[in-house]
C-alpha cells in the first residue's frame, strides 16, 4: 500500500483520480478540502471532500467503501491547512 504526505497545497492529479482512504493528525483543530480540479482554482462548488479534525478529536481517519473508494473524475486539488495528511491512492 503507496501512501502519499501531503505538507502543503498539492495538486494530486490533473486526470481522473481515486482515493482509498485518508488520515489527518495535528495537535490542534485542522482541515483539508478536496477539490474535483485538474487546477488550483478552488473553485466554489468543485470541493467534493472536507476533512477535519477538532480539538477533542485530533486524529481523523476515513476509508471509502469500494475497491477504490472516491472518484474525482477531473482532477484532486488539496487545500491543506495544518497537520500530518496521508493519502491511499484507490
Known amino acids: 500500500m503507496n501512501m502519499i504526505r501531503i505538507a502543503a497545497d498539492t495538486q494530486l492529479a490533473t486526470t481522473t483520480y481515486f482515493i482509498k482512504a485518508i488520515y489527518l493528525d495535528h495537535s490542534e483543530a485542522t482541515s483539508a478540502?478536496?477539490?474535483?480540479?485538474a487546477d488550483s482554482s478552488k473553485t466554489e462548488g468543485a470541493d467534493l471532500l472536507t476533512i477535519h479534525n477538532s480539538a477533542s478529536?485530533?486524529?481523523k481517519c476515513v476509508v471509502f467503501p469500494g475497491i477504490r473508494g472516491v472518484r474525482f473524475p477531473v482532477g484532486c486539488y488539496i487545500d491543506y491547512t495544518a497537520g500530518t495528511l496521508y493519502i491511499i491512492p484507490g
Open 33 to 37: 478540502i478536496f477539490y474535483n480540479e
Open 57 to 59: 478529536e485530533l486524529t
